[in-house]
């Protein structure tokens, strides 16, 4: 199954997709002792892997032909059932054995239900996004999440590993992606929350360009957001858990901190709707439900009653 070993005469490795994520991850794996067959619709983007060594050839199915492991980088859905399963695509030669690993960010029903089509002909095809964009991909330490069986996981891993500086087992086929549309999902309410708070630090005369400096180094320190995701579930916490004390402590000084930037907002007209989210919700997102300030602000909005759904209103 797949490539085989480094130290073990392995077979070749294939990449489809030589675009601006593709291109920097396939010249790593240049280095794969097999040797490396590119295949992109712009001939002259194979042009400089050819120059080192690789093999260059024009369709998904002569990939296939000495490929055991294929990657595939291309836009969307689409070019992916082309690519894997089209009239020149990688299932009209594969050999059973082989591994198509998608790093194109797609549906998770598109990843396993090609997954199914693929195991008809004796072929595995896992999930595996990337994160970490261009700069990950230049630098070799992109994370890829995959989703498929442990073992073609792990036949797999060795040729990653050329490319990537965290490789991770999500799961089942699609769980690669439902990861990766996790941490998105993170990422681009993380860029909504920035211009909040860039408005802000602007309404208040600050350099938006410093603040942002601030944010970067402190964030490599901390972890970011990452930090307080260190639990195996999402559920309430119990008083006596171990994580209970640690949340509680984090609790209160979010909630101090949003306070007093909701006041400053107020204080200078800027509307801080995410902050208002977070204030009510942080405790809850803990485990640790909502705290002294959390609670207080929640009473301030329903006139010191408690809110409640419009279904437990009385008859009138």
């Given at each position: 199954m797949g490539p085989g070993l480094p130290d073990d005469?392995?077979?070749?490795?294939?990449?489809?997709?030589?675009?601006?994520?593709?291109?920097?991850i396939a010249k790593r794996l240049l280095a794969w002792p097999g040797g490396l067959?590119?295949?992109?619709?712009?001939?002259?983007?194979?042009?400089?892997?050819?120059?080192?060594?690789?093999?260059?050839?024009?369709?998904?199915?002569?990939?296939?032909?000495?490929?055991?492991?294929?990657?595939?980088?291309?836009?969307?859905?689409?070019?992916?059932?082309?690519v894997v399963d089209g009239p020149d695509g990688i299932l009209r030669t594969a050999a059973p054995g082989t591994v198509i690993a998608v790093h194109s960010t797609i549906s998770d029903s598109t990843a396993v239900e090609l997954a199914e089509v693929c195991a008809a002909?004796?072929?595995?095809?896992?999930?595996?996004?990337?994160?970490?964009?261009?700069?990950?991909?230049?630098?070799g330490q992109l994370a890829v999440m995959v989703g498929g069986p442990r073992e073609v996981y792990e036949a797999?891993?060795?040729?990653?590993?050329?490319?990537?500086?965290?490789?991770?087992?999500a799961g089942e086929v699609g769980a690669g992606t439902r990861m990766k549309l996790a941490r998105n999902l993170l990422h681009f309410?993380?860029?909504?929350?920035?211009?909040?708070?860039?408005?802000?630090?602007?309404?208040?005369?600050?350099?938006?360009?410093?603040?942002?400096?601030?944010?970067?180094?402190?964030?490599?320190?901390?972890?970011?957001?990452?930090?307080?995701?260190?639990?195996?579930?999402?559920?309430?916490?119990?008083p006596d858990d171990f994580w209970h004390g640690v949340f509680t402590h984090v609790r209160a000084l979010g909630e101090k901190d949003l306070s007093l930037a909701l006041a400053l907002g107020d204080r200078l007209g800027v509307d801080?709707?995410?902050?208002?989210?977070?204030?009510?919700?942080?405790?809850?997102?803990?485990g640790v439900g909502p705290g002294e300030i959390a609670r207080a602000a929640a009473g301030a909005r329903t006139g010191g009653r408690e809110e409640h759904d419009d279904d437990d209103d009385e008859e009138l």
């Open positions: 005469s392995p077979a070749p490795v294939g990449f489809i997709g030589l675009g601006n994520m593709g291109a920097p067959v590119v295949c992109d619709v712009r001939a002259e983007a194979t042009e400089p892997f050819v120059a080192e060594g690789a093999t260059a050839v024009a369709t998904g199915a002569e990939v296939a032909r000495t490929a055991r492991l294929v990657s595939v980088t291309v836009l969307d859905d689409a070019q992916v059932r082309e002909a004796g072929v595995h095809l896992v999930d595996a996004p990337v994160s970490g964009g261009a700069q990950g991909a230049e630098s797999c891993k060795s040729a990653f590993a050329l490319w990537a500086g965290m490789p991770v087992h309410i993380s860029f909504t929350a920035t211009a909040e708070a860039s408005r802000l630090a602007e309404a208040a005369g600050l350099d938006i360009a410093k603040l942002g400096r601030v944010v970067r180094h402190t964030d490599a320190i901390t972890g970011g957001a990452g930090a307080v995701m260190l639990r195996e579930t999402t559920a309430p916490i119990a801080l709707p995410l902050g208002d989210i977070a204030l009510r919700d942080l405790g809850a997102g803990l």
